[in-house]
């Protein structure tokens, strides 16, 4: 039974991505991408990997499609009919590639085996010790925040760099104000039934962001997919009150910090572990009883992760819209002149 | 108490075959149907009515309050959500300038 | 139980993909992803029980908020766009009438 449903989303996934690459309509794509998403996540909840199915959730379907649409204001709807190349090139690059593709599956092991090098050298302790060590129930969890604080740690700071980056592109840009600036940035005014509702929805999806981030520990969720959805729900309300109302909560200078911030948070716990004497991110000094300590380590440095996941999608997000109105305005005055 | 559990059990494959049947069916609506709005309303109530009784059929089947309280959550959820966005997607499109087919302009149907 | 509703979402789940590929208009797409969207909700949330691992359902709530969200930022794309070209409309009369006054 199961296998079967395996075959089938398996046979969805290669059918939407087929209609992806065939397709010449951005908008469409985009759209079909958050299909993609969907499907792959149903498909990890089959595997039994929650914790990824969560994040592809939240990740994939949600805020990747959200920031896509908002970069998609800056490069126009329609693919531009690409340039005649060589097609037997190609061909003959993707066929090679595809048959040392095939030739790498044999050495692959096979699905479901128990006995790959995977599952026979780390994972067993991970799996049979997680709880005397680190001492909390979901050991996706004790595997990412504290075996692996190291490559997290790492993670965490990727995302922050992708904030710079869009910042360091397109951020910093010479400011100018614009009275029509409110008409173009709040259209969803005569929408009142979305109004009503997502206000009446907004502060629930902020305290499950809440219940994602500390219940890390015992079931699905964590740092990365709270930051997600607390960021998601902010986006939600700029979306349909207006960007610039949303940036009078969320000033500019203080989600930069923010963003900062949590890599900050990150790096101290792991600078106070060095300095007690232990390896760096090594939790067990921070209380007076390792597992204790190892509960402390945890909740801090998802919370850091959390913060700058979230600060990171809110100033991609802003920086966009902006640059979208920017553009917008200049558009306009060289039509005038 | 056998007979309650089995009666129970009864009720729950019930509202679950029937909101099978009725997600099929709106599934159908949404192919088959010739305009937007129409497929609109097959898949808007189609998709709440469905929802509502196969999450029934689940809330019977549970074992422990809180995945009652989940459950119910979803429910909640998703008769919000579903039908505001079903609204607001109505609206844009007469917005955008889609009009429903009426009586004549029906395909497979022959002016009169 | 559980396996037919699993095999009838799975039935509709492709029925709407359907109407996602075909369109026509974007409209038609939105509708089709929203309702695949309900779709995967209940799926998981019935896999969580057939696999009995219910779980699995706080993976169905943040699909529910989710899927709510995307849609609306869709929409929110259509309508920028209207705003946008009646904001041009309107300064195009206004230079109309400003040449000939």
């Known amino acids: 039974m ?22 010449k309509d951005l908008f469409a794509s985009i759209m079909l991408t958050g299909l993609y998403s969907l499907i792959s996540a149903a498909f990890f909840v089959l595997m039994d990997a929650v914790d990824v199915a969560f994040t592809e959730a939240a990740v994939g379907a949600g805020i990747s499609t959200l920031l896509m649409l908002s970069c998609m204001k800056l490069t ?17 690059v993707v066929s090679v590639t595809g048959v ?53 740690f790492g993670e965490t700071v990727v995302i922050l760099t992708a904030g710079i980056g869009v910042l360091a592109l397109l951020g910093f840009s010479p400011k100018r104000q614009s009275d029509d600036l409110d008409s173009l940035v709040a259209p969803m005014h005569h929408q009142k039934i979305l109004r009503v509702v997502s206000k009446l929805l907004i502060p629930p999806i902020l305290l499950f962001a ?15 997919q709270a930051g997600v959805i607390f960021a998601a729900a902010i986006i939600l309300y700029a979306m349909i009150f207006g960007v610039h ?13 923010l963003a900062a911030l949590g890599v900050l948070i990150y790096g101290s716990v792991g600078l106070l572990s060095f300095l007690s004497g232990k390896n760096f991110l090594d939790y067990s000094v921070l209380s007076d009883t390792p597992q204790h300590g190892q509960h402390w ?7 850091g992760v959390g913060i700058t996941v979230a600060a990171v999608m809110l100033i991609i997000f802003f920086t966009f819209s902006a640059r979208v109105d920017k553009r917008e305005r200049d558009g306009d005055e060289n039509q005038r002149q | 108490m056998s007979g309650l559990t089995g009666l129970i059990d009864l009720l729950s494959w019930l509202a679950l075959v029937a909101g099978s049947f009725c997600a099929l069916s709106g599934g159908v609506g949404l192919l088959r149907f010739p305009d937007f709005f129409s497929r609109m309303h097959a898949a808007g109530v189609m998709d709440t009515l469905g929802a509502g009784l196969i999450l029934f059929g689940l809330m019977l089947q549970s074992d ?3 995945v009652l309280v989940k459950l119910l959550l979803i429910l909640k959820l998703i008769w919000l959500t579903s039908p505001t966005s079903s609204h607001a997607l109505a609206k844009a499109a007469i917005r955008g300038g889609a009009r429903p087919l009426l009586g004549d302009d029906m395909p497979g149907r022959g002016k009169r | 139980m559980f396996i037919a509703a699993t095999l009838a979402l799975l039935m509709t789940m492709i029925l709407a993909m359907g109407r996602a590929f075909l369109g026509p208009s974007l409209y038609d797409r939105i509708l089709a992803i929203n ?37 609306i930022g869709l929409l929110r794309y259509f309508e920028y766009n209207q705003a946008q070209l009646q904001a041009k409309l309107q300064r195009v009369q206004q230079a109309r009438d400003e040449a000939n006054p």
């Open chain 1, 210 to 224: 809440l219940y994602v981030q500390f219940h890390g520990d015992f079931g699905p969720g964590g740092g990365f």
């Open chain 1, 76 to 92: 126009g709807q329609y693919e531009p009919k690409p340039h005649r190349h060589r097609r037997l090139l190609g061909l003959v």
């Open chain 1, 297 to 303: 380590g945890i909740m801090l440095v998802e919370m």
């Open chain 3, 35 to 71: 309702m695949f969207g309900t779709k995967t909700v209940l799926l998981i949330a019935v896999l969580g029980f057939l696999m009995g691992r219910p779980e699995f359902l706080d993976i169905a709530l943040v699909y529910a908020l989710i899927n709510f969200i995307s849609v």
């Open chain 2, 64 to 66: 422990h309050w809180l």
């Open chain 1, 100 to 152: 040392l593709l095939l030739f790498g599956t044999l050495d692959t092991p096979n699905f479901g085996d128990d006995h790959s090098p995977i599952q026979d050298h780390l994972a067993p302790h991970y799996l049979t010790k997680s709880m005397e060590e680190i001492g909390i129930p979901n050991v996706v969890t004790s595997v990412l925040a504290s075996y692996r604080g190291f490559d997290t």
């Open chain 1, 245 to 257: 109302v949303a940036r009078q909560v969320f000033r500019d200078g203080a989600i930069r910090l």
């Open chain 1, 2 to 23: 199961e296998m079967l449903v395996d075959v089938f989303l398996l046979g969805l996934l290669v059918a939407t991505a087929v209609a992806i690459s065939s397709t």
